[in-house]
């Protein structure tokens, strides 16, 4: 069984910043992308950050040059250092992750943590 945990979130201000943790715990033979999505009230859930097993990110328009995605191998732990928030960067925000606990690849996610930024 793979587990992955979120800590982090709170409530800030704007202009404010916070650090995301997930935290992939359980039978882990590998993994490979690890990603934060994030879900505001009445919307889509959307992809913030992603960090392949080479270090190769991407980011979403909204979030590029004010997030900043990493992980620790060692601690299968994935981060989402977030700088600069703004009210709209409120939301649920879930790290997911593709994960061997076997023979093949699966995809987990979190439970999510609440992220919000008052103005």
């Known amino acids: 069984q793979v587990q992955l945990v979120e800590s982090g979130g709170g409530l800030v201000q704007a202009g404010e910043s916070l650090r995301l943790s997930c935290a992939a715990s359980g039978s882990i033979r590998s993994i490979a992308t690890m990603s934060w999505y994030r879900q505001a009230p009445g919307k889509q859930r959307e992809l913030v950050a992603a960090?392949?097993?080479?270090?190769?990110?991407n980011y979403s328009d909204s979030v590029k040059g004010r997030f900043t995605i990493s992980r620790d191998n060692a601690k299968n732990t994935v981060y989402l250092q977030m700088n600069s928030l703004k009210p709209e960067d409120t939301a649920v925000y879930y790290c997911s992750a593709n994960i061997q606990s076997r023979l093949a690849y699966h995809n987990y996610w979190g439970q999510g943590t609440q992220v919000t930024v008052s103005s």
């Open positions: 960090i392949t097993n080479a270090d190769t990110t």
